[in-house]
């Protein structure tokens, strides 16, 4: 299945999303987004997809929001400028929170350039593996912005606060080995190898129980901002209802059918 501005795969339980727009590096119109949020709900609630890896086509993953959408933004009549700024921001918050939610895992195969809403977008997934052509950036400042597509939460949470604000201050580039480095990206493959690496992995990460898998990752998205008594009270609501799945069931009963 697919549109033309993202293309979807399902490959061996894994989704592949590719942001397809490569003429214009895949920055994000809102035509685009519209679809992208489409596809993230259609594999969020798919069931036989168990893990998303998500990528850009041509060379770069993605530049970010798309200029010319600005521009129309600026055009607008200066008593609807804010209203108009808000309710796209709802939109690319509803994207990104799509990615970070996800009761699957979600890896971002960073094929080349990641820039301002693209480099939010690498790190609202689970892990990011990048090509050796990499290369990440919060450029915002540089159109006199603020990161706000996650950046300002995720970043700090990968690299530190402090190296948060240099980066995000400055809006220089990351290259991927750097970025490996300073846990930008998680791995870094040849970039011929990139999507390869990222699909087996994702299969790796799919192998085990859904369900825990789901509520895990609830949890751990929060881990930072509960307190340690938050914690344990989700888990053990969260662990009650794996008691009840089939994976739980199957995995118990096999066991004790071996040692008998």
């Known amino acids: 299945m697919g549109t033309s501005n993202i293309e979807v795969t399902i490959t061996s339980r894994i989704a592949t999303i590719t942001l397809n727009r490569p003429e214009k590096r895949n920055a994000i119109s809102d035509d685009m987004r519209t679809e992208l949020i489409e596809a993230l709900n259609r594999v969020s609630t798919d069931p036989e997809v168990r893990a998303v890896v998500l990528t850009g086509s041509g060379k770069g993953f993605c530049a970010g929001g798309d200029v010319g959408g600005m521009a129309k933004r600026m055009e607008a009549p200066a008593g609807e400028v804010a209203f108009n700024g808000w309710s796209r921001q709802q939109r ?3 994207t990104v929170n799509l990615l970070f939610s996800m009761p699957k895992p979600t890896i971002a195969a960073v094929n080349g350039a990641a820039a301002g809403l693209g480099a939010d977008m690498a790190l609202s997934c689970d892990f990011v593996v990048a090509s050796e052509e990499a290369s990440f950036a919060w450029s915002y400042i540089k159109r ?3 990161p706000d597509g996650g950046g300002m939460y995720f970043l700090p949470r990968r690299v530190g606060l402090s190296r948060a604000k240099e980066l995000i201050f400055s809006g220089r580039k990351v290259e991927a080995p750097e970025a490996l480095a300073l846990g930008i990206a998680d ?3 040849r970039s011929d190898a990139l999507l390869a690496d990222a699909q087996a992995w994702a299969e790796e990460l799919a192998q085990g129980s859904p369900t825990a898998l789901a509520l895990g990752k609830s949890i751990l998205n929060q881990s930072y ?3 340690a008594h938050q914690v344990f009270a989700q888990g ?7 008691y009840t799945s089939h994976e739980h069931r199957e995995s118990v009963l096999a066991f004790l059918n071996k040692s008998r």
Do not use: D, F, K, N
């Open 92 to 94: 690319v918050h509803h």
């Open 144 to 146: 006199g912005l603020i």
């Open 236 to 242: 053990s609501q969260a662990q009650a209802v794996c």
């Open 187 to 189: 791995r870094v493959s």
């Open 225 to 227: 901002e509960l307190s």
